[in-house]
């Protein structure tokens, strides 16, 4: 059974950087395409980014692309979601998502994941 769970969530300024973290239990990491997912107050969740199961590709929303970088370390089981220049408008609840694949691919859309963590908070006070 594949366990995932988030950390790394809190409360930033306005132009600061946080960097959140999820490990993955219960499979083999390595073949599993992980995504991050948001929900801001009062909105549906959305898409922020992507990475296939190498590493070696990425793919971001529009909203956070040259702020933000995934990234993996599949020795450590964990993926990483790097937030730089932060603006209130990130404020939300942030989730990993994985799904298993035996081609490297990126996934974008929710129904594409099996997997799910609970979630981390992330304020963005201004």
């Known amino acids: 059974q594949v366990q995932l769970v988030e950390s790394g969530g809190g409360l930033v300024q306005a132009g600061g950087s946080l960097t959140l973290s999820c490990e993955l239990s219960?499979?083999?990491?390595?073949?599993?395409?992980m995504g991050w997912f948001r929900q801001g107050p009062g909105k549906e969740r959305e898409f922020v980014g992507t990475?296939?199961?190498?590493?070696?590709?990425?793919y971001y929303a529009d909203s956070v692309k040259d702020r933000f970088t995934i990234s993996r370390d599949n020795a450590k089981n964990t993926v990483y979601l790097q937030m730089n220049n932060m603006k209130p408008e990130d404020t939300a609840v942030y989730y990993c998502?994985?799904?298993?694949?035996?081609?490297?691919?990126?996934?974008?859309?929710?129904?594409?994941?099996?997997?799910w963590g609970r979630g981390t908070q992330v304020t963005v006070s201004s």
């Open positions: 998502a994985a799904e298993w694949s035996d081609d490297s691919y990126i996934y974008t859309r929710e129904n594409e994941y099996d997997y």
């Open positions: 219960g499979r083999t990491f390595s073949h599993y395409v």
């Open positions: 990475i296939n199961q190498s590493g070696d590709s990425t």
